[in-house]
């Protein structure tokens, strides 16, 4: 059994919120560098027929305006991609290769540590 550490998640969320109003460059920089790796690894789960779809991925560079906070956001699919809602949400296909809930299953399994993971990147060492 490995150790793990594990942060007050009231504390790494003030850190955050103060790191993303002092320096939101920093902050939104260390968004995207942990966003990215989520986009790889749903990447890794997206079933490839012709490989269009896993090639969709994007993830938009940081938003500092947003009323929400600092965001970024992986998208998947766009025009001649339509297939790529069906591919994600079909929980009955057979899928040689990948999985469906492929952006999904990626997202919710890292929720519990993302903020964690931010944070770690700027420097907090709880």
Known sequence: MADEVRFDASKVQAFLMTEARILPQRAGAALYAETLIEQKESMRRTPVLTGAARASHETSLPDLSDSEGITCRISVGGPGLEYVVPLHFDLDAYHAN????????????SRPYFAERVAARLGYRG
């Open 98 to 109: 990948g999985q469906a809930l492929f952006l999904e299953s990626t997202i919710e399994e």
